[in-house]
């Protein structure tokens, strides 16, 4: 079965470290994968995709994700961490003859001072 | 500017009501979709649409119906036989050309039963 696994509920970081979130998938071929990003309250924010190409994908505020065949991995990495980026992340895919993605179950980054 | 309106922000329903929830777009796309939020849980599709008088279930569609007479709107309603309806409601937009097309989110709709 199709699915996309984010390991980590919770992160906890301080501000100005990096940071990297985790986001595993389960497909046959190359999945179409993004991240999004939630603030308390609000819609999703599209941070990044990968389709093809390169397989380091540099997104907006700094976000950047590279995608991994062996490991089916499309890990989110920050260098270093705003207090802003405090928020819920969410992981999603697709793949197969849909265009509709399935998302993972979302990892909640903390950051603090 | 083109996006994704929702109403309202916030929603309370009392037991056995039907209520309505809202969802606008001006970006022109020609799918839609609305999904469920609960904590934990990630998203859950609850129905989308493709194209203007059509629409077709998602994974958790009991309960709820939709209606697409417009391109640019999606309503949704929220039966009586929702029994868990308190959640936080997200509407989505997107292109239908392919697996490129990515999907913009509305702000969302908290919807609390009393």
């Known amino acids: 079965a199709q699915s996309v696994t984010q390991p980590d509920i919770h992160i906890t970081v301080s501000e100005g470290a990096s940071l990297e979130l985790r986001c595993n998938y389960s497909y046959g071929a190359t999945p179409y994968l993004f991240w999004y990003v939630q603030s308390p309250g609000q819609g999703l924010q599209l941070l990044l995709k990968y389709f093809s190409g390169d397989t380091l994908v540099q997104g907006i505020k700094g976000f950047e994700a590279e995608f991994k065949r062996s490991q089916s991995s499309f890990n989110l990495r920050k260098p270093s961490v705003h207090w802003s980026d405090a928020a819920e992340y969410f992981c999603?895919?697709?793949?197969?003859?849909?265009?509709?993605?399935?998302f993972g179950r979302g990892t909640s980054l903390i950051v603090h001072p | 500017d083109g996006g994704i309106t929702q109403s309202p922000k916030y929603l309370f329903r009392k037991e056995g009501q039907n209520v309505t929830l809202s969802c606008e777009q001006n970006?022109?796309?020609?799918?839609m979709y609305w999904y469920r939020q609960d904590p934990g849980q990630g998203l859950r599709l609850i129905y989308y649409s493709q194209i203007v008088n059509d629409f077709q279930k998602g994974d958790i569609a009991e309960g709820y119906s939709v209606s697409r007479e417009k391109k640019e709107s999606f309503p949704l309603t929220v039966t009586s036989a929702q029994k868990n309806p308190t959640a936080f409601y997200l509407c989505?937009?997107?292109?239908?050309?392919?697996?490129?097309?990515?999907?913009?989110f509305g702000p969302g709709t908290r919807l609390t039963v009393l």
């Open positions: 970006l022109n796309h020609d799918a």
């Open positions: 989505a937009s997107g292109g239908t050309s392919g697996r490129t097309d990515t999907q913009y």
């Open positions: 999603a895919f697709i793949g197969g003859g849909s265009y509709i993605p399935t």
